[in-house]
């Protein structure tokens, strides 16, 4: 997500408070008589509340349920039983414009300069991109380059020193440039005069139009890119069922494209933002970043009020013309999509759900239900308990979450408990990457359970009402769904981890005067080495160099299609047993080892947990007591399939390994994986299993066969 930052200094905010929509939310492209501002009523249509301009009319959309595809198109997923239906005559070509970025390599490649260049090698460029990552201040920089070890036994710098350095560094291409404004904003303090205090923002920022573009015509996007919506729908109990996934399976981008000119392309924004903290320890420096990306470009790369009179005495601002006013399409009550991370764990469990079901069992016995839980390689074992945790964040919730109801088991009445389950299930559901209309279902279904039990926490004393705003926004979370697919592609943990990246790296690495400026220089630079990167990328075909390559990061395509001999030509045998068994057809690398079974990718670290394990303490100890047939069976059919593999006999020792990962495969998009890991490993013991961990584990792994 690396398009538009801005930063803005820290000051007085103006807010504005608009009308709550109601539970049941109008067709977020519907025009009716509601939305009609000449008579006075503020709807949710699309022309807004601004009187100033004529509506904007939409042809009625037909409703997305009445009407399906009779027949399946090309798509990978037909085989799973889906049907997909294009939106027609969408996202159109009108011809053939190479973008800018795609401008800039073939401009460099047609220097004959090597892709690294201004820098004297690729060992040289790797350094400059990490120290231009690091975050350190140019002071430090400097240290670095005058360092007696750096100059006498390292390889000679083409830059002498941070300035010949930055030199490089300010040479090469950015993305769209950034302008500066100031704005003057009014606060709800008052001087000694009794006027309102103002206040002078600088603010950072880049046109939105250009970082679309940057982000559209930017080839490293090229294959996870959607310009049409979709409807994806699977058999049902005598109906066709739909499935959202992604933004463009969602009814509003379909819906929105039929507002628009045929053959059009609808390109959604996503815009996080949220006030972070620059200055630590000591300081009261903050900013405002705002992270701008597009619903077209896959989330696997992407990757969460009151009326006007009583904002006066709430001390809000009310801003009358708001800047969506005029905006075609726009309906700023369906802007706001469902944010897991401040609603679900940290409003929802965490601040209501968890310290209502802790005044049942006090905060001592939930310490000590947390800390009595079994210990498992998967799961957060809270020795001390909870209590004494100071920084929550989005792990230490959702880990919580894993084991709540187990440390509130038979401690709050069955109302209680039953309304606790509800919550958690629902939070859990909103978490799945794909849902269906059962799924949304049954999410509804579990608030209905919540609200029948509800009064529990009332006649306890713990509440006296549930008019609390996040769970009113919990009753939207099942439309919000259908309208723009689900709440993983707009996770607010991802513009979090991008305050550090892009905001407070370069705040630490500032001399902390005129720091808004010297962060939007580092903004340049990291961008600068990033589209760099991506040039080298765009050229790795011609180059023999994957040290950029981790196997931990890359999912190996399956090899099933090809024939065996193609199969023993591509890989290498694998150790991860004995040699005379060797692994199913593999790809190794120094990290580890990767091998397909039914389309998903199987994985594991190169180095055993336990080497050279007889077959007797495979049976006895690790309890795998048919492991021997299994294995000759196991040989009897790869070499049925012209595999060449060694017999097995009972003095044969084997390698164990106590973790696996897997890779499935999404059962919507062949090429993304959903990574597991199983666990298989037994209690420490005598011999070779004193290396072992002190308590056993083990996953429950289901494994469909096929027919």
């Known amino acids: 997500m690396r398009a538009a930052e801005a930063v803005m200094q820290e000051g007085a905010t103006a807010s504005f408070a608009p009308q709550l929509p109601a539970r049941n939310l109008p067709d977020p492209l519907a025009v009716g008589a509601d939305d009609d501002p000449e008579n006075g009523n503020q709807g949710l249509g699309l022309q807004g509340s601004s009187p100033r301009r004529p509506p904007v009319t939409i042809e009625e959309a037909i409703d997305d349920d009445e009407t399906y595809p009779s027949s399946h198109h090309s798509n990978p997923i037909e085989q799973n039983q889906f049907d997909v239906e294009d939106f027609p005559s969408a996202g159109e070509s009108i011809g053939i414009q190479k973008s800018d970025r795609v401008l800039d390599y073939e401009a460099q490649a047609s220097k004959n300069e090597e892709p690294w260049s201004p820098f004297s090698s690729y060992n040289e460029w790797e350094f400059a991109h990490w120290l231009m990552r690091s975050g350190i201040s140019q002071t430090e920089m400097d240290k670095f380059f005058k360092l007696n070890w750096v100059q006498r036994h390292t390889e000679p710098f083409s830059f002498h020193n941070k300035t010949a350095f930055l030199q490089k560094i300010d040479s090469l291409p950015t993305g769209p440039k950034f302008d500066t404004d100031e704005i003057l904003v009014t606060g709800d303090l008052t001087d000694e005069a009794g006027e309102k205090m103002t ?235 794909t849902l269906d209309e059962d799924d949304l279902d049954h999410m509804e279904a579990l608030l209905i359970q919540f609200h029948s039990v509800k009064d529990v926490f009332v006649e306890a004393g713990i509440r006296e009402h549930f008019n609390i705003p996040k769970f009113h926004a919990l009753i939207h979370y099942t439309q919000l769904i259908r309208l723009h697919g689900t709440p993983d592609g707009y996770n607010t943990e991802v513009p979090e981890r991008l305050h550090i990246d892009y905001v407070k790296k370069g705040f630490r690495a500032s001399n902390k005067k005129d720091y808004i400026k010297q962060m939007q220089t580092m903004l340049s630079r990291m961008e600068a080495i990033d589209i760099r990167q991506g040039y080298i990328a765009w050229l790795q075909p011609r180059y023999d160099d994957d040290s950029e390559i981790s196997s931990d990061d890359v999912v190996v395509e399956a090899l099933e299609g090809q024939e065996p001999s193609q199969q023993n030509d591509q890989q290498q045998s694998g150790n991860a047993a004995h040699e005379t068994l060797d692994a199913t057809p593999s790809i190794q690398s120094d990290e580890g080892e990767h091998f397909a079974i039914q389309g998903s990718v ?106």
Request: aromatic share 12%; with cysteine.
């Open 199 to 433: 206040e002078t923002l600088e603010l950072w920022f880049r046109d939105p139009v250009d970082c679309v573009q940057e982000l559209l015509g930017n080839p490293a996007f090229k294959d996870n890119l959607r310009y049409a919506p979709v409807r994806i729908t699977r058999k049902g109990q005598g109906r066709r069922v739909r499935i959202f996934n992604e933004a463009w399976t969602g009814k509003w981008w379909w819906k929105a494209q039929k507002a628009i000119p045929k053959g059009g392309t609808v390109a959604p924004l996503i815009i996080a933002t949220d006030k972070t903290q620059l200055s630590y320890l000591s300081g009261d420096k903050a900013a405002w970043p705002i992270y701008l990306t597009i619903g077209n470009i896959s989330k696997k790369i992407r990757r969460d009020e009151v009326a006007e009179d009583e904002a006066d005495i709430q001390g809000l601002n009310i801003v009358k013309s708001p800047f969506w006013a005029d905006l075609p399409l726009s309906n700023i009550f369906m802007a706001f999509t469902p944010d897991v991370l401040h609603q679900l764990h940290k409003g929802i469990f965490k601040e209501h759900l968890f310290s209502w079901c802790q005044e049942f069992v006090s905060s001592t016995e939930i310490d000590r239900r947390y800390m009595s839980m079994p210990s498992h390689p998967s799961l957060w074992h809270f020795k001390s308990g909870i209590s004494t945790i100071k920084q929550w964040t989005g792990n230490e919730y959702k880990q919580m979450e894993r084991v709540f109801l187990g440390a509130i088991a038979g401690g709050l009445p069955a109302r209680a408990a039953h309304g606790a389950r509800a919550f958690l299930e629902f939070i859990y559901y909103a978490q799945f990457p």
């Open 602 to 707: 199987l994985s594991y670290s190169k180095q055993p947990s336990i080497e050279n394990v007889p077959q007797r303490i495979l049976v006895e100890d690790f309890r795998a007591r048919n492991f021997f047939n299994a294995a000759k069976v196991y040989i009897r059919k790869q070499r049925a399939q012209g595999h060449h593999l060694k017999s097995i006999v009972e003095h044969d020792k084997f390698h164990i390994y106590t973790r696996l990962k897997v890779h499935l495969m999404s059962i919507l998009d062949p090429d993304e994986r959903i990574q597991d890991v199983v666990h298989a490993m037994p209690g420490k013991g005598k011999g070779l299993l004193s290396k072992l961990r002190e308590n056993a584990s083990f996953s429950t792994v289901l494994i469909r066969v096929p027919d």
